[in-house]
Nanobody
Framework: QVQLVESGGGSVQAGGSLRLSCAAS?????MGWSRQVPGKEREFVAS????????VYGDSVKGRFTLSRDNTKNTMYLQMNSLKPEDTAVYYC??????????????WGQGTQVTVST
């Protein structure tokens, strides 16, 4: 496993943008983001394979969020545009550090708060 540190969260008005970062302590393969609001189930946001050729987005963020990564820095980025109040949540980063089993995350970050106000 690797250690993951999320950053870039904060408060923004509806329609604004934020860019989240997830820095890993070592090599990662598939990485992804999920989010959670107190009292609600965790929701899938997006995932990306190591080469960046396969990106998957949750329906609620398609067209607004863009996932990217820089493997030289072991860092994944989530560019969030046209933010809505419904995007308010704690965003969690996850990663597969082994690349042996598909869709198998073994590392998780502590989360970063994103708050979108009207």
């Amino acid at each position: 496993q690797v250690q993951l540190v999320e950053s870039g969260g904060g408060s923004v008005q509806a329609g604004g943008s934020l860019r989240l970062s997830c820095a890993a302590s070592g090599r990662t393969f598939t990485m992804g983001w999920s989010r959670q609001v107190p009292g609600k189930e965790r929701e899938f946001v997006a995932s990306i394979n190591r080469s960046g050729t396969n990106k998957v987005y949750g329906d609620s963020v398609k067209g607004r969020f863009t996932l990217s990564r820089d493997n030289t820095k072991n860092t994944m980025y989530l560019q969030m545009n046209s933010l809505k109040p419904e995007d308010t949540a704690v965003y969690y980063c996850a990663a597969d550090s082994q690349g042996v089993i598909k869709r198998s995350y073994d590392s998780w970050g502590q989360g970063t708060q994103v708050t979108v106000s009207t």
